[in-house]
């Protein structure tokens, strides 16, 4: 999930890491399956990464996904461009 605003090069990230360059953690998040996890535990709830070649905002947990459910107008869903291949351009996500 990645927020998008009009100002949003000046708003702070949360806590986290966006790994190496282009790739960034792509390659523990698909050989850890507690990826997620201990991220959570380390940053928290709400944490950056860099996953497929996407800066994104990992948002993990009960409480924090109520918040971005009940309150969709502040967010809005970006697949990286590696995931709409895959998927096809005509995936329920991709629609």
């Known amino acids: 999930m990645t927020t998008t605003t009009g100002n ?11 790994g190496l360059p282009l790739i960034g953690e792509t390659v523990e998040f698909l ?10 535990k380390k940053y928290g709830s709400i944490f950056k990464t860099r996953i497929f070649g996407a800066d994104s905002i990992a948002i993990v947990g009960a409480e924090a996904n109520r918040f971005i459910l009940t309150n969709n107008q502040y967010f809005a869903v970006i697949w990286p461009p590696s995931t709409k291949i895959l ?3 005509h995936s329920l996500p991709n629609r």
């Open 8 to 18: 949003s090069r000046t708003l702070p990230l949360p806590p986290g890491n966006f």
């Open 31 to 40: 050989r850890d399956p507690d990826f997620m996890e201990k991220r959570q």
């Open 87 to 89: 998927l096809g351009p």
